[in-house]
DNA sequence: AATCATTATGAAATCGTTTACAAAAATCTC
DNA sequence: GAGATTTTTGTAAACGATTTCATAATGATT
């Protein structure tokens, strides 16, 4: 209600002033800035972020933009980014995007509108290829997907290594026919598939392309995908998804057509959630950590906020492999 | 980047005009319209949001003030508000308080700030009252809790039939030792515990104090409660939770004692997620209408920014029963 | 064609800050 | 205590839109 001016009348002094008390100047008499702040106080003022912003050229908000905050993965992202940016004076403003590049180009406008500090996003293909030349007006930090050779922040999981572990998990355990359900439209899913590759062939074992399926990251794409497996003449003796909606979807598919886990089928998946150590047998996956990618993505952001010619960083995380359900090694029925 | 300055300039016109132009306003000459699309379009002009906020004292921004969005609930609660929102031009401040009332505040202060059209959100109890008297200057809907004499529009199940049904379900096929593990904090919990001990009465029991717990609506807090009850020297047949954390927690604890759903104990709960038909048996419990909700708060809240005026509203929506697992009646074994 | 009513346009104020610059006050130096 | 130096303060111009009010242009009416 009161603005800067009734302060300044109030205290007896310029706005100019109130506006340096505000700011911590030390240019300022301890005498005046007392004044000031007995009728700051007095008057209960708080001072107006969106004329602050207007001359500033800049906010005090940082965007999200996700494909769905549905996704668990994102979920955890967004409670980090948000008590992280929260720490530091930032707002939070959410966006989903469903990967849908025309709604990512058009949320990045809302962003730009809007005058943001900067946006945290995980962009499908071509609004990646579009950063790298695109001038954005504000920082940008990538995350869960890599951008090849952008000149951009970037927080990432390391896939390939991760998706190696997380086979040969399966393969240590006595699975060799092992299908893939990746998610397509990402970096994300084909780096996760080539750490499965790898490890099949470290075992010995030639991909086939028959095994690997790349389809939408929903639940319902998942239990198709997993269904259509399922049903081959010669069918998968274990699963690997890239995500925990795939896996939701799979493990439908998979209690639809009756076998018993971990005896007729293993799933294995990427990303903890709260249904993987419920059900059961409980699901052996990648646990990504969440928090510290959403955290240091919004540490990246400011930083670059603060700096923005600091050179660009990108930086990979280790993802946790959960073993669980019995640890017994498969017999082989071959 | 440009400027309406800029434009105006370019369309040889002033700025005054521009900004009708850009209002739609139906006093600009066909003619001088045309002029000044074709400069907007050249220049790629886009308003500045801030300025426009400035001087408007309000923004196109609304806030979403959650305990924790990783909360399932509340996660498809901003997804559907999120989704309105952007259809009437409006974008989503994300807030999570932890059920702390400090916090609550602290962030109400901080959508005064941002002078945001409004706010949706999930009070405690002490907020809730502040609510009442508190002249916030913006727009507020309250979501998932009541505020009994508040004028406050309002979005809420209907949280007492909803409990009357669901343990009603229970009755009906055999358990008669039913306890509750209820949120504390909330009106919500206690409006279900109402329901439960409806139910009971309704069917010639008594209600316990020793069967009723009310806990922070977290998985631990489930958990331990859960496991309490199960220690109990005379356990409870059947368990019914007030929401889908404290119901995962709730699961964890039968797991951990051994107890086999639904022969030694059943579990109902509210609010549908991922996990709820995945485990196995799959669990019985009352789907919020999530999208609902989030989507009828935000049109409220909309509706309440245009005509500040307009009388408070209260809706209530219906929770649906999914009745789950294998429908044979209990046997009773007492 | 002159008058009046109506409509279209622009100048300038406004929203609430911050900050460059100038002026005033305090401090220092001899 | 006069002058030079430094520090403190205030004035006024931004930031980029919208809108009031006055004026200019148009159209209608005789």
Redo the contacts with the bound molecule.
Sequence with gaps: ????????RAA?????????V??N?????P???ERVLKAIKELE????????S????QTTTIGLIVSDIRNPFFTAISRAVEDTAYEEGYSLILCNTDEDPKKESIYLNVMRDANVAGVILSPTGPTAAGLRELETGFAVVVIDRSIPDADVDMVLLDNVDSAYRLTRHLLENGYQRIAAICGERSTTGRERCAGYEQALRAYGLLPTAELVRFVPPQIEAGYAAALRLLDLPEPPEALLTTNSLLAAGALEAIRERGLRIPDEIALVTFDETTWASLVQPPITLIEQPTYEIGKTATELLLQRVAEPERPTRRVILKGRLLVRGSSAPRVRCG
Excluded: D, F
């Design positions: 209600m009161a603005s800067i001016k009734e302060v300044a007896g002094v310029s706005t100019a002033t109130v506006s340096r505000l700011a100047s030390p240019h300022v008499r005498a005046l800035r003022y708080r001072p107006n972020l969106i004329a602050r207007l001359r500033a050229q």
